[in-house]
């Protein structure tokens, strides 16, 4: 009977451990799927943003959804996507943590890998390199995967010490082209941007704790974020902190969708009725209320994937061009070609296809105070 006494006590002892010891990152392992509202479609996982404009990539094996991050391109220098979350609870000073991720490279082995902790979130870095040293560099770790073992998912795993600043957590590549070592399992392609794969990651106090007040709250604010571009949100994550809510500075956006119609078929040059179109758009364009411009162009499906890019990135320069020659050169801030990788509608009718043959050029006005 004492001894059926001390095996109840210890089971309810366990529970309350495992009760305390929580993932602190909201749908780590990319099941939940975010049904955008511009959409109407998923359109990337639930609770994590990119750090630009776009949308996040995943991508599933069987009935396991990951998430898909590029972490250079071979043609253009430092393009990176980086993805962020809010934690559900900021961390902790002095608290150790244990972080875990399982990586899986796509086509090249790479070390580089870092992780980002900071009390504010980061947008609009134009897919671009983010100069800043990772909190948590994981290359060392990374560098020891067994070679035989390098295109398979590998669990990574890293203690870390808060500071108590901690409050959104950014995944990616922080490293230079440059300071780069890249092992290719196949012949390098021009404008490919090569990739992660992400899946499982877990941030739990090394100790088991007691949760914060607000984490299913934050949980819950985290999933209602269903707009496709972060950024037209005043705060991109549903914070409701006043301080967090002023970092995260709020941009008047317009998008164009400039269609097939503008270009020669299976070209990049601009026909005449689509020159007249863009000189008379970006001619009344008020310079002085215009903070940046990018321009992203698009395909359809149809023929080789690597000459969908190059004629998506093709298109788009030939965009920026005319803006050169209409006095905004100056305010294009990225310029990139995505293929057939960002669909509009289905690629299986030819209504479909149209709307996907499209070049977008976003422009970003300046914020009235």
């Not at 396991?64 to 993805?83: C, D, P, Q, V």
């Not at 979350?85 to 490279?105: A, D, E, F, I, Q």
Request: contains cysteine; proline residues 4%.
């Amino acid at each position: 009977m004492h001894f059926r006494k001390l095996l109840i006590v210890f089971f309810f002892h366990y529970i309350s451990l495992q009760a305390y010891s929580q993932n602190l990152i909201a749908n780590g392992s990319f099941q939940d799927l975010n049904v955008c509202t511009e959409l109407k479609a998923p359109c990337s996982p639930s609770a994590w943003k990119t750090t630009s404009p776009h949308l996040m990539m995943y991508g599933a094996e069987q009935d396991n959804y990951f998430a898909r991050l590029t972490i250079f391109n071979s043609s253009i220098e430092g393009i990176r996507k980086y993805m962020q979350t809010r934690l559900l609870c900021p961390l902790k000073k002095g608290v150790t943590y244990t972080l875990s991720v399982r990586l899986k490279p796509d086509n090249v082995f790479m070390s580089s890998f870092g992780v980002l902790f900071v009390n504010t979130p980061v947008y609009n870095n134009n897919d671009l390199l983010l100069r800043i040293k990772p909190t948590i560099d994981l290359t060392g770790l990374y560098a020891k995967v067994p070679y035989n073992k390098r295109l398979e998912w590998y669990k990574i795993t890293f203690e870390y010490k808060a500071t108590g600043d901690e409050k959104y957590m950014i995944l990616g590549n922080f490293q230079s082209d440059s300071d780069q070592r890249r092992v290719y399992y196949a012949k390098p392609k021009n404008f490919t941007d090569y990739e992660y794969h992400i899946d499982d990651v877990e941030l739990n106090p090394k100790d088991p704790q007691e949760p914060c007040r607000n984490m299913e709250k934050v949980r819950q604010q985290l999933y209602n974020q269903k707009e496709r571009h972060p950024q037209k949100k005043f705060n991109m994550f549903g914070e409701e902190d006043p301080d967090s809510v002023e970092a995260v500075i709020s941009e008047s956006i317009d998008t164009l969708r400039l269609g097939n119609v503008y270009f020669e078929f299976d070209s990049d040059k601009i026909n005449s009725i689509g020159r007249t179109r863009l000189d008379s758009l970006f001619s009344n364009l008020l310079k002085e209320e215009v903070d940046s411009i990018r321009i992203y162009g698009h395909t359809d499906s149809m023929g080789p994937k690597d000459y969908n890019l190059d004629l998506s990135y093709r298109r788009a320069k030939a965009i920026e061009k005319v803006l050169s020659e209409n006095n905004l050169s100056d305010y294009v801030s990225a310029v990139k070609g995505y293929g057939d990788q960002l669909p509009r509608s289905s690629n299986a009718t030819d209504s479909g296809r149209k709307k996907n043959r499209r070049v977008e050029v976003i422009i970003y006005y300046k914020v009235k105070v």
